[in-house]
Structures are given as structure tokens and as C-alpha cells.
């Protein structure tokens, strides 16, 4: 019996390789960036599954548990946080590089990666 | 073909890499003791209902200000990259449902941002996601209104004020309380209230006005008012 953790980083795993994949294979530069987002999702939904815990509820001390037992019965609240920062973090990254690809094509009229020689070894 | 060969390669290496994560994980049984300590201290010192709140906005509070840091230079450097590139752009008259219908959502959307930002220690949700539900308010009107002004000096009055108060806060909590950032500047109150918390509400609704207007700004930068 495959636990729903378990499943949940063997996606995020095959979602990072996924991207990773992409990035490294698509011409257009937009597609280059959707590929960063998909493995970018990849390592959030692998950090969430680290800290989660079978049986346990979300890390909010309401009437669905107790504050006595809260140890007990709640997941683990610092991966959580930390996907919050990562999300975040990967919106602005995303942005800036969309920027970029805007800015790329205004200047050669062009999306694809084989136009842009000039960092190419 | 060799370069696919050698990104096939690459990427097969990659999943080795990842295969002992799989193989070697085993479901926790128990919080570890630094996140058992997180959930009690959230509890019993700061009153804080949503423990994911008080671990982002208290305990890394620190990561928190770094994180809203890279937010704005990502909308410094959006702006910066797409300044004065206007385009013209051939614009379809909207249809009076649509303006109208969006008008009375937006207003609705932005209430539901403001409860989500001032609820964060309560209820899931917190400062980046009212913000970005506000953004996303401002995003309906700038694609379903024609016409939409928005004020930038407004956007960066609203983002700069927040920013520094945000800061202003966590010096004050060197000078009142233990430390930078510590919420205890202002008093606890009672567990599971509106007005509890200490400071934590007051910092994450700055940090929801502060996302709120970055985002905003980012939106209208690209979309080449």
C-alpha cells in the first residue's frame, strides 16, 4: 500500500524531472519559462510531502483540535511556511523572466533559443 | 540527436539522484522537536491560532521581510525592463455587462482580500494571499474595463508606507519586547480573537498591502498601460 505522501513526492519528483526536462529541450523561450514553473511546482509539492504526517490535520488550533494535544494531532507547520516563501518567491522570478522574454523579442523579433548565440560557448 | 541523447542522459542521472529520497523515505511518525516546539510556542506564547502564521511572521519572521525584499525587486526590476515600451494595441470595445458586472465584483473581491489578510492569524490564508487576491481585483479591472487608471503614485505611496511600517514594527520590537520582529509589542489578548496576537495581524495586513501593490504594479507594468 503506496502512502499518499509517498505519491505526492514521486509527483513532485517526476513534475521537477518533468520541467527540468523542458527547460532543457524547448526552443521558444516562453516554454523555457513554463518549464522553470512546472519544476518550480515540483519541488514545492516534494517539500509539502516531507512534512506531512498520516492521519494529522492542517497546523490551526481551532475547535477540531485541541490546544492540550495540538503536538499530537497537527502536521508539520515548517514546510508549509516554507512552500509559502518558495510560491512567492517563484511568482517574482517568474515575472522577471517573462519580462526578459518581452524585452528579448521587442529586441530581435524572435522567441527562439537558437536566435540568441551571443552566451553560447 | 546528441544533444538529446545527452539531455536524456542528464535527465535519467537526475532521477538517480532523487531515487534514495524515494526509496529511503519513511512517513514521520512524530513532529520533530524544533516544529513540536513551533506549535506549543505558537500556543502558549503567542497566542496565535494559525500556526503556520506565527512561524512565518514571528519565528522566520527575518525570511519573511527577505522574501517581501525580493518581491519588490522583482517589481523594480519588471518595471525597469519594460518601461516605456508602450505598443498600440488595437482595443475592442468592452460590452456594458461585462464593465458593469466587473465594477461590482471588484469591490467584492477586495473585501474578501482585506478579510483573508486580517484573518491570517486566525484562518488559513495571511498577507501574500489577500495580496494577491487584491491584485487579482485590480488584474479584473484592468482586462475587463476599458479605460482603467491606476494611480501609480497611490500604488507607491501604499507600497512604501507598508514596507517601512513593516520594518518600523520589527525595530520596535527591539526597543519594547525581546527582540526584531518579536509580535509582543503590542498586548497578546485572548486566544482566537480578531484583536489578538500582539502584532502579528498589524504586520501581515502590511504585508498584504504591500504584496497587494506590488502585484498590482507588476500587472499594470505589463500590461503596458
Same mark, same amino acid.
Given at each position: ?37 512546472? =519544476?518550480? #511546482? ?5 517539500? @509539502?510531502?516531507?512534512? %506531512?504526517?498520516?492521519? $494529522?490535520?492542517?497546523? &490551526?488550533? !481551532? ?28 511568482? =517574482?522570478? #517568474? ?5 526578459? @522574454?518581452?524585452?528579448? %523579442?521587442?529586441?530581435? $523579433?524572435?522567441?527562439? &533559443?537558437? !536566435? ?6 | ?225
Amino acid at each position: 500500500m503506496i502512502s499518499i505522501s509517498m505519491l505526492s513526492l514521486i509527483l513532485g519528483i517526476a513534475l521537477l524531472i518533468t520541467g527540468i526536462f523542458a527547460m532543457l529541450t524547448r526552443k521558444n523561450l516562453i516554454r523555457i519559462v513554463i518549464g522553470f514553473s512546472i =519544476a518550480d #511546482t515540483g519541488t514545492h509539492i516534494i517539500i @509539502v510531502s516531507l512534512g %506531512y504526517l498520516r492521519g $494529522r490535520t492542517a497546523p &490551526i488550533i !481551532d475547535r477540531a483540535v485541541n490546544a492540550a494535544d495540538a503536538v499530537q494531532k497537527v502536521v508539520d507547520p515548517i514546510p508549509s511556511a516554507l512552500v509559502l516563501t518558495a510560491i512567492v518567491i517563484g511568482l =517574482a522570478v #517568474t515575472a522577471v523572466m517573462l519580462s526578459f @522574454v518581452v524585452e528579448m %523579442y521587442r529586441k530581435n $523579433r524572435s522567441l527562439s &533559443i537558437d !536566435d540568441y548565440q551571443e552566451l553560447k560557448w | 540527436m546528441i544533444k538529446y541523447l545527452a539531455v536524456i542522459v542528464s535527465v535519467v542521472g537526475l532521477g538517480m539522484i532523487f531515487l534514495p529520497i524515494v526509496t529511503g523515505f519513511h512517513e514521520a511518525e512524530q513532529l520533530s522537536p524544533l516544529a513540536a516546539q513551533y506549535v506549543e510556542g505558537s500556543i502558549n506564547d503567542l497566542e496565535t491560532q494559525n500556526v503556520v502564521t506565527s512561524v512565518i511572521v514571528t519565528y522566520r519572521g527575518l525570511d519573511t521581510l527577505g522574501e517581501v525584499t525580493v518581491l519588490f525587486l522583482a517589481t523594480v526590476g519588471v518595471g525597469l525592463l519594460l518601461k516605456g515600451t508602450q505598443e498600440d494595441r488595437l482595443l475592442m470595445p468592452f460590452s456594458e455587462l461585462l464593465e458593469t458586472t466587473s465594477s461590482v465584483l471588484v469591490a467584492m473581491i477586495m473585501v474578501l482580500g482585506i478579510y483573508i489578510f486580517s484573518h491570517g492569524h486566525l484562518t488559513p490564508g495571511g498577507g501574500f494571499q489577500g495580496g494577491v487576491v487584491i491584485a487579482s481585483g485590480f488584474l479584473l479591472l484592468l482586462l475587463a474595463s476599458s479605460g482603467t487608471k491606476i494611480n501609480h503614485l497611490v500604488l507607491n505611496l501604499v507600497e512604501s508606507v507598508s514596507g517601512a511600517a513593516y520594518v518600523g514594527i520589527g525595530a520596535a520590537g527591539l526597543v519594547l519586547a525581546v527582540g526584531f520582529l518579536s509580535p509582543e509589542i503590542l498586548p497578546l489578548g485572548d486566544f482566537g480573537r480578531l484583536l489578538s496576537a500582539g502584532a502579528i495581524p498589524v504586520i501581515y495586513s502590511l504585508i498584504g498591502l504591500k504584496v497587494g501593490s506590488e502585484l498590482t504594479s507588476i500587472l499594470v507594468t505589463m500590461g503596458g498601460e
